[in-house]
């Protein structure tokens, strides 16, 4: 089955700096693949998200880019403010018949803080 | 609009009871996927369901279940509980109609405590 790995598991940076997170995967079926960021006692939230037919995807701050041949997608986080530190976690969607998209499998987590 | 809810938001049980858990879905929304978090193992997928359907289901014993209703309000249950079933449980919704049906929404979380 799937397996995500996701680098590093901590990551400190200061503000205004850039802060990059990576990720593996392993089934080249899987076609979504979203980031999520989780702050301390709340849900995950839905930040980014990309599909495999797209190479690279940009919302203000924060860009996915997706090397389907390599089988690793990136998070990148310009400009980085203190509100930034959470736990950001990537995801991978494999296809299953019938359609579902339900499956999420997730990598372990990076915690980003971040340095006023 | 209304974002995914939970209840209870934190519960504590004895081993071997067992416990159901409530997720209402973003209203429109037709898919509900459950999940399980812990510091260990981190976010595992458990089952989805679509039109009162279990369509998918991850690899998880017997003593999970859940169910969805006609109104896509969804429930879990694990019965026999042990206490490697304390964790953080997440729900979370999907439109599944065309192009935006991958993106899930998930909820605040049950907290459940097995002692």
């Known amino acids: 089955g799937e397996n995500v790995e996701q680098h590093p598991s901590t990551l400190s940076v200061q503000e205004g700096d850039s802060a990059v997170i990576k990720c593996t995967y392993s089934?080249?079926?899987?076609?979504?693949f979203p980031w999520y960021k989780q702050e301390l006692g709340k849900g995950p939230q839905l930040i980014i998200d990309?599909?495999?037919?797209?190479g690279e995807k940009k919302d203000q701050r924060i860009a996915v880019t997706l090397n389907k041949t390599a089988k690793h997608f990136s998070l990148h986080i310009t400009e980085t403010q203190p509100e930034d530190s959470a736990v950001y976690f990537c995801?991978?969607?494999?296809?299953?018949?019938?359609?579902?998209?339900?499956?999420?499998?997730f990598g372990k987590g990076t915690k980003l803080s971040v340095k006023p | 609009k209304a974002g995914v809810t939970q209840t209870p938001r934190y519960l504590i049980k004895t081993r071997g009871q067992q416990v159901t858990l409530s997720c209402s879905p973003i209203?429109?929304?037709?898919?509900v996927s459950w999940y399980q978090q812990t510091p260990g193992q981190g976010l595992q997928f458990l089952f989805e369901?679509?039109?009162?359907?279990?369509?998918n289901k991850g690899n998880f014993p017997g003593r999970f279940s859940g169910r969805q209703f006609s109104n896509s309000r969804s429930e879990m249950n694990v019965s026999t509980l042990e206490l490697g079933d304390s964790a953080l449980y997440l729900c979370?919704?999907?439109?599944?109609?065309?192009?935006?049906?991958?993106?899930?929404?998930f909820g605040p979380g049950t907290r459940l405590t097995v002692t």
């Open positions: 979370a919704s999907s439109l599944d109609a065309g192009i935006s049906s991958y993106e899930q929404y």
């Open positions: 089934d080249s079926a899987s076609n979504y």
């Open positions: 990309i599909r495999s037919n797209v």
């Open positions: 995801a991978a969607s494999p296809p299953y018949y019938g359609g579902s998209q339900g499956n999420l499998i």
């Open positions: 209203s429109g929304h037709r898919s």
């Open positions: 369901y679509f039109s009162e359907t279990q369509r």
